[in-house]
């Protein structure tokens, strides 16, 4: 699976994800961000740990995840944003 396929394809269930929470009123939509934030700083520690080849394929992941966190967070942010005024 290509690096930025599996960027877009976090990026959908995360947005979707959060859209669902948004649509119940709840808060978790602006939480669901950060604590993957949060996964994909332990998955780098993590890929520290194994090493080799397996480590590295466990950064990207992780990095992947990091990226796909942060459009999520500027989406719904921007969104939050627009729907007040």
């Given at each position: 699976m290509?690096?930025?396929?599996?960027?877009a394809?976090i990026?959908?269930?995360?947005?979707?994800?959060?859209?669902?929470?948004?649509i119940?009123?709840s808060?978790l939509?602006?939480?669901?961000?950060?604590i993957?934030?949060?996964l994909?700083f332990?998955?780098?520690?993590?890929?520290?740990?194994v090493g080799?080849?397996e480590?590295?394929?466990?950064?990207?992941?992780s990095?992947?995840?990091?990226?796909?966190?942060?459009?999520?967070s500027?989406?719904?942010?921007s969104?939050?944003?627009?729907?007040?005024?």
């Open positions: 290509s690096y930025l396929l599996m960027t394809i990026t959908v269930i995360l947005i979707c994800a959060s859209l669902l929470f948004k119940n009123k808060q939509q602006f939480i669901l961000s950060p993957f934030m949060l994909s332990v998955l780098l520690l993590i890929s520290f740990l080799r080849w480590g590295l394929g466990i950064g990207a992941i990095f992947s995840v990091l990226i796909a966190s942060i459009i999520t500027i989406v719904m942010g969104s939050a944003f627009l729907t007040r005024k």
